[in-house]
């Protein structure tokens, strides 16, 4: 018995016949609209499988890269009458804790700024992740041209050492040019500290820090811990900070930085939106 997936086997199936999937997927909705339904329906499920916090439009996005001829309100209609529309919870949210009156807070630097390639700006920023009978605390750092997640530590406490791990990672990743970098975040005791800033310092990176109490400063930073949280820490329940580490590390560079398709990128992930800049860049 044959466990191939359906939508493969039409791949091969219309390689055998020298034809496209659009031309397959077309003939067959003209001439039998019902199958047609049962069958996108069935596509769509098999997406909503793997990527089950997936809304209509990047369904849609994903069925086009499929081959598929459909439009967004099709999608909605089959996500709805298979109740696979994507339900959010709301966040548990962990009150701020006092800071220190010696930390250094500098301007916001990047406020209009659009970077126009990779390693231009860095946006940091760390969450609360749920345990089995404690917390955890994520710092990521995301390129601001690809949404990419450069760098990224977990730890059970909360102090600078955990921001500078992601921080390292970043750096041995991606090994930015000296003066070509601006690091933004907001203003945590974590980014303030003299440590932290001094690595920064040593490879010549511009500091930038969000105005108080507007998180639309760091929007890009807060729109991925959003989709971290409503697409893997809430659908999941950590045994301990290794199950939680080995998860989350499979789902920022699994799934995040190779797979998701992120709207800001023309329906592209990270790593297909650099290549991409990459490939096209004049040489």
Not at 49 to 73: C, E, F, M, P, S
């Amino acid at each position: 018995m044959s466990t191939a997936h359906p939508e493969a086997d039409v791949q091969r199936l219309c390689r055998l016949a020298g034809i496209s999937r659009a031309s397959f997927y077309r003939h067959r909705e003209e001439s039998d609209p019902d199958a047609a339904d049962h069958a996108l329906a069935d596509a769509i499920q098999h997406i909503c499988l793997k990527h089950k916090y997936y809304g209509y439009r990047r369904v849609t996005a994903t069925l086009r890269r499929q081959g598929h001829i459909v439009n967004a309100k099709r999608v909605l209609r089959l996500m709805r009458e298979d109740n696979l529309l994507a339900q959010r919870r709301k966040p548990f949210i962990v009150p701020p804790k006092g800071k220190p009156e010696d930390i250094i807070i500098v301007p916001n630097l990047v406020r209009g700024l659009v970077p126009s390639g990779p390693d231009q700006i860095w946006v940091a920023d760390i969450t609360y992740v749920h345990l089995a009978r404690a917390f955890a605390y994520l710092a990521v750092i995301l390129d601001a041209f690809s949404r990419r997640a450069v760098g990224w530590a977990l730890s059970e406490g909360l102090g600078t050492s955990l921001a500078m791990r992601a921080l390292d990672q970043a750096l041995d990743t991606r090994r930015p040019p000296k003066g070509s970098l601006i690091h933004h975040s907001d203003r945590g005791i974590q980014y303030a500290s003299n440590d932290y800033r001094q690595r920064l310092a040593d490879h010549d990176i511009a500091v930038s820090m969000s105005r108080p109490g507007n998180p639309f400063d760091n929007a890009k930073a807060e729109s991925f811990m959003k989709t971290l949280k409503y697409e893997e820490l809430n659908a999941r329940s950590f045994t301990s900070i290794t199950d939680a580490r080995t998860r989350i590390d499979d789902f920022i560079a699994n799934i995040y930085n190779s797979e998701r398709l992120h709207s800001a990128l023309g329906y592209r992930s990270p790593l297909e939106f650099e290549t991409a800049f990459v490939q096209n860049k004049p040489k």
